[in-house]
């Protein structure tokens, strides 16, 4: 049953039993065997056909939100029920976090969890809602997304950080509206979530920027703005000045502009997951 259970979560997330199929190692005809057996099984057709088309319907929309609980009660069906004897956490968090709010919740939570294995998976944001969403993540700390989160996962806030514009330290003039059109644009990567959030306040106020680098690394971004390669809309992470570079920063007025970053787990969560988004949120008392 967790194997057709499985296949119908795949179905839902990749659009056709064909492609569920090619991603799981199925053939087609495999899957729609999987799919008979699991109406079979359940008593009710989770799917409306039309030709070679086959959509989800009411029922198979309610069934596939309990396949996802039963498949992740599943997974950690083995974990030990005793805090202090071991398991493995997988958490995702975007670059900038990890050495600052993610290293500072780690001390309380290993007060608890002292024998279990961490896991910290880097990347983009819109990558670790993929995984998370997937099952392959337990919890993720990362940018607000600009969208509808889907039901099964939880968002919780941590904190919000504001943007300013990075220059070199010997260029001169405070006119950020002038430093951005007449520089050379050190753009923070638009396929992350920040990247987004810099794209629409430069459309906003109608400026072209004259691109130099397009890069998602914030560390990245402070280096080539300190080696006088361009100017850079970025956040001040974590409330703090950047690391030491020959940069100042320049502020912008207007509206407020920043980025929020948060916990993104699913509703129901380990004891362990638990547990840290707890120490990431205390981090913020």
């Known amino acids: 049953m967790i194997a057709e259970l499985q296949t119908l979560v795949a179905i839902a997330r990749f659009g056709t039993f064909a492609a569920a199929g ?5 053939t087609q005809a495999a899957v729609s065997g999987q799919m008979k057996r699991l109406e079979e099984r359940l008593g009710v057709k989770l799917f409306e056909r039309t030709g070679r088309s086959a959509t989800l319907n009411a029922a198979g929309l309610r069934t596939l939100e309990r396949a996802k609980s039963i498949i992740a009660m599943f997974e950690h069906i083995a974990d ?12 995702g968090a975007i670059a900038s976090v990890q050495s ?6 780690l001390g309380p939570f290993r007060q608890r969890f002292a024998n279990h294995h961490l896991r910290i998976v880097p990347g983009v944001s819109l990558h670790l809602l ?27 806030p941590l904190v919000r950080e504001p943007y300013v514009l990075a220059v070199p330290e010997r260029l001169q003039g405070d006119d950020w509206r002038t430093l951005l059109r007449e ?28 691109e130099s680098v397009e890069i998602d690394d914030i560390a990245g ?10 100017v850079a809309l970025l956040p001040v992470v974590d409330g703090s000045p950047p690391p030491v570079a020959p940069i100042r920063m320049v502020p912008l007025s207007g509206p407020a502009f920043y980025r929020e970053i948060g916990i993104l787990q699913p509703q129901e969560s380990m004891p362990a997951a638990i547990c840290l988004a707890e120490c990431l949120m205390a981090t913020q008392q």
């Open 100 to 105: 600052a709010l993610l290293a500072r919740a």
């Open 183 to 210: 520089q050379p644009f050190i753009r923070y990567d638009r396929s992350s979530f920040g990247g987004r959030q810099v794209d629409r306040f430069l459309r906003s106020h109608s400026i072209v920027p004259r």
């Open 80 to 91: 030990p029920v005793d805090e202090t004897s071991g398991g493995e956490l997988r958490v």
């Open 22 to 26: 090619d991603r799981i190692g199925l």
């Open 130 to 156: 993929d995984l998370l969403d997937a099952g392959e993540l337990d919890l993720a700390v990362l940018i607000e997304p600009p969208f509808g989160l889907p039901k099964n996962l939880i968002w919780r």
């Open 221 to 230: 971004i402070v280096a080539l703005v300190g080696q006088g390669l361009g």
